[in-house]
């Protein structure tokens, strides 16, 4: 598809996303100084975004458009365990309680042939409980337009990284026990899974997009695949509690001011 936004528009729009979440504010579709259209624009976008807030962990989230486009944005801040993660709450904001993966090797983009979920499955090393932060400066998100959330990476709004998992978590089909207390109240008790049923689908699909950055998927990266449970609203800033299976267990405080690092 053909670049359709001039330099100047991906810059201002960048420019414009980076105040709405500094400031915390949101404005309507219709109110964006520019609206991408092509899929290409909006990553353009989104890596000037990133270069605005600093983005440089190698730790990115993987999706699908409503169309079955793979796409990819950069979690940040994103926390790797630390006893005292803290993330900034705002009005609005959505918890996922995920499952990341580690890369322990590159995933080229091939042009000969596709890559089998055994080929995604090979180049895995570790496996971890993660929760990802969901807000976007867009009051719609992307139900109006899905390229320019994509341009602000995916309303992800910080990431933090919890204990190792067993890498049978991945397998299709796999349910596992969940409990999520916000502030000590239960907000979500039940069988966890992914929407696909099978948490490396869209890590595959991302992995099969001949049009991704050369430089994607290499080794070291941190890949988070998709929400157990859904984007369940966090009405107040305060204590996160996840208990996954019997033992995995990650803490973490959503605070009014954030403590970022990582």
Same mark, same amino acid.
């Given at each position: +598809?053909?670049? +359709? ?15 709405? *979440? ?11 100084? #520019? ?55 705002? *009005?609005?904001?959505? $918890? ?13 983009? @091939? ?5 089998? @979920? ?5 180049? $895995? ?10 807000? #976007? ?7 109006? #337009?899905? %390229?320019?959330?994509?341009?602000? *990476?995916?309303?992800? +709004? ?7 998992? %067993? ?13 999520? @207390? ?35 998927? *290499? ?15 966090? %009405? ?18 959503? #605070?009014?001011?954030? @403590?970022?690092?990582?």
């Amino acid at each position: +598809m053909t670049s +359709m936004l001039a330099t100047p528009d991906v810059i201002a729009l960048a420019q414009q996303l980076y105040s709405l *979440r500094h400031d915390g504010s949101q404005v309507l579709t219709g109110q964006l100084v #520019s609206v991408p259209v092509a899929l290409e624009d909006a990553i353009d976008v989104q890596n000037q975004l990133s270069k605005l807030e600093e983005a440089d962990a190698n730790a990115w989230k993987v999706a699908r458009s409503p169309v079955g486009d793979p796409v990819a944005a950069p979690l940040h801040p994103y926390l790797d365990n630390p006893p005292d993660a803290g993330i900034a709450w705002l *009005r609005g904001m959505k $918890i996922e309680v995920e499952i990341a993966v580690e890369l322990c090797q590159d995933l080229p983009v @091939r042009t000969d042939r596709t890559y089998e @979920r055994a080929d995604i499955e090979a180049a $895995i090393s570790n496996a971890y409980l993660g929760a990802e932060m969901v807000w #976007s400066g867009i009051s719609e998100g992307g139900s109006l #337009s899905f %390229p320019a959330f994509l341009a602000d *990476r995916l309303g992800n +709004m910080g990431y933090v990284r919890g204990p190792a998992l %067993p890498l049978a978590v991945l397998q299709p089909g796999t349910n596992i026990p969940l409990k999520l @207390r916000l502030n000590g109240q239960v907000a979500f008790n039940a069988a966890g899974h992914h929407p696909t049923k099978d948490p490396l689908t869209w890590l595959c699909d991302y992995a099969n997009n001949r049009s991704r950055p050369a430089t994607a998927l *290499r080794a070291g990266s941190i890949i988070t695949t998709g929400s157990l449970c859904g984007a369940i609203e966090v %009405p107040c800033s305060g204590d996160v509690s996840i208990k996954l299976g019997e033992h995995t267990v990650l803490n973490f405080e959503l #605070s009014e001011t954030a @403590r970022q690092g990582g």
